[in-house]
């Protein structure tokens, strides 16, 4: 700072005063209370309240400003860091901003800006139709797509950035519009649109569109914690992944002697030479090493009572679901699908 202080000196750097104040945006924040706030550092010309200010693509009239320490003044010099009160909507930190001669010129010129971005963001984004939204992607790739809103736009980036850190090999995360602010009806229609999630940090949803979201089945999570937004990301980035079934051998028995039985079918008496054999479980029919018959135990006894298993070295009458040709030797293998959830 000596060193740049130093320079100026020597080079008799000077900012102009006689000119209509410009500089750039440091931060912006939405508060309940006050409205939009932007804090913004001065670079040229002097900076008054009152002063007609376009910034981005919205302007407005400067109704009060604060310097670093919370007093309120009048103006601000170049060099010097205020917070401007008076904007309609929240600017983007890193936006420049002047001060207009009228409001005609100043609604003229965001008005052709907002065109603008506008068209830039239709050029980049792919037109499809709602059908191949709604389908999943030819290489089997899903995609977890999100609206993200937050009280300044400095959480906004620090989200963006935090997300964008989450492993994305099986499940891709598209964040389709950030912003600072309350979530309004405008999110909810779009999250609608686009089959997305809203997502809320630091701030809460108006009345209008949280029963917007319930008739349209929106979910709108809000968080003050950024772990536990991103925690809660990536579970709904997990249960978009399909389930993995693993299949658990649990015994294995051999038809001893079969039994016709009324309304039942063929009785397969066995007896459990591994394991167990429960009621409901998976029944795999091995005939000289070829599988046959696969299916589920539609029936389990011992004797004459119903139980719900049988263990290695007891005899038992096993039925199966639709499937009565039965023979003497035949091999069962009995097993259970075991469902687990893949993770990223």
């Not at 010097?80 to 420049?96: F, M, R, S």
């Not at 830039?120 to 059908?131: F, S």
């Not at 009785?267 to 000289?288: E, M, P």
């Amino acid at each position: 700072l000596e060193s740049i202080l130093l320079q100026a000196e020597m080079l008799e750097l000077k900012a102009n005063y006689g000119i209509p104040a410009r500089g750039t945006v440091v931060e912006s924040r939405l508060e309940k209370a006050r409205g939009p706030l932007a804090t913004v550092l001065v670079q040229q010309g002097l900076l008054k309240t009152g002063d007609l200010v376009v910034c981005g693509t919205t302007y407005g009239k400067i109704r009060a400003m604060q310097d670093s320490y919370g007093k309120r003044v009048t103006q601000a010099e170049p060099g010097d860091p205020v917070e401007i009160l008076g904007l309609p909507e929240v600017p983007t930190t890193g936006d420049e901003f002047f001060v207009a001669q009228d409001e005609k010129s100043a609604r003229e010129l965001t008005t052709a800006r907002a065109e603008r971005t506008k068209a830039a963001q239709l050029v980049g984004r792919p037109k499809i139709t709602l059908e191949q939204m709604l389908s999943s992607s030819p290489t089997g790739d899903k995609e977890l797509r999100v609206i993200l809103k937050a009280d300044v736009q400095g959480s906004v980036e620090a989200l963006r950035e935090a997300l964008s850190k989450i492993p994305t090999d099986k499940v891709r995360l598209r964040v389709l519009h950030y912003a600072t602010g309350g979530i309004n009806e405008s999110d909810v229609m779009l999250a609608s649109a686009s089959r997305a999630a809203v997502i809320g940090f630091n701030i809460r949803p108006d009345v209008k569109a949280m029963k917007l979201a319930e008739s349209e089945g929106i979910e709108v999570r809000t968080y003050n914690i950024i772990y536990e937004l991103l925690d809660d990301v990536r579970s709904l980035m997990e249960g978009l992944l399909d389930k993995q079934v693993k299949e658990k051998v649990i015994g294995r028995a051999e038809v001893r002697e079969l039994f016709a039985v009324p309304k039942l079918g063929t009785i397969a008496g066995s007896s459990v030479t591994d394991g167990k054999v429960t009621r409901g479980c998976f029944l795999r029919l091995l005939r000289d090493s070829r599988v046959i018959y696969e299916g589920k135990v539609s029936s389990l006894r011992r004797f004459k009572d119903d139980v719900k298993e049988v263990s290695q070295g007891f005899e038992c009458g096993i039925g199966l679901e639709n499937f009565n040709d039965l023979k003497p030797g035949d091999q069962f293998e009995a097993f259970i699908k075991e469902e687990s959830q893949d993770t990223l």
